[in-house]
């Protein structure tokens, strides 16, 4: 059983094929995310990583932004039109029949490297602030990038791609340590896990004991986890 892992970001869209157990059997392929990200667009370009990996059975698919049963309802760094897409449906169809299944993208970053055990969230930093909470490995995604955080700005405003560039590494490091605390405070997790593409970017010294750095390659990896 071959699993098509897709994990669709604001600035890249990344896909590999996994074998049953979750190990990959291809090498990671990256295409940058059309502008503007309407929805045939994307689906072109997965239509591409598509056969470019080759044979698979069924399709998992990581997406930024709040999903329910199959179908989009947000996509803050895609494309108004995303709104009420029914993505699993069409891409199913694309790939003739392919059963899919999907899940916020950050909810499926958090698959790949949770314990499991008690209640565990997740932050994604890229284009923008991805989070999940996990109670005994259920997931519960919150959008949180865009609650407001500071002086009427969201944590998104702070911490994401843009901000970073603006604030420099050194004071976005800062930022995030000061959105850590705030976040142990609120959601008293267990364990915080920080991945997404701007991870790298993460000073790993005075982090806290109970927060770990993870490779961004779990946004794939975790797709398997969808399938039990």
């Not at 169809?93 to 698959?111: C, F, S, W, Y």
């Not at 806290?208 to 039990?228: E, F, Y």
Request: hydrophobic share 40%.
């Amino acid at each position: 059983m071959r699993t098509l892992s897709i994990d669709i970001g604001g600035t890249g869209i990344k896909a590999l094929i996994l074998d049953v157990a979750g190990a990959p059997l291809t090498d990671r392929a990256r295409v940058e995310t059309p502008q503007p990200a309407l929805p045939d667009a994307v689906l072109a370009v997965i239509d591409t990583l598509a056969r470019e990996l080759g044979a698979f059975d069924r399709i998992s698919l990581g997406f930024p932004g709040v999903v329910r049963g199959g179908v989009t309802v947000t996509a803050p760094h895609l494309d108004p039109s995303w709104a009420g897409f029914p993505l699993a449906e069409r891409l199913s169809e694309r790939t003739g029949g392919k059963p899919v299944r999907m899940l916020n993208d950050a909810a499926i970053q958090g698959l790949g490297v949770i314990e499991g055990k008690g209640l565990e969230a997740v932050i994604t930093l890229g284009t923008g602030l991805g989070c999940c909470l996990y109670v005994d490995g259920a997931p519960w995604q919150l959008e949180l990038g865009h609650h407001p955080y500071r002086k009427r700005r969201t944590y998104e405003d702070y911490l994401g791609n843009a901000a970073r560039k603006h604030a420099g590494n050194r004071k976005w490091n800062r930022r995030v340590r000061e959105a850590i605390g705030t976040m142990e405070a609120l959601f008293n997790y267990q364990r915080l896990y920080v991945g997404g593409g701007n991870a790298k970017h993460l000073e790993r010294e005075g982090l806290p004991a109970n927060v770990t750095v993870v490779d961004n390659s779990a946004g794939l990896l975790g797709g398997i986890r969808l399938w039990g």
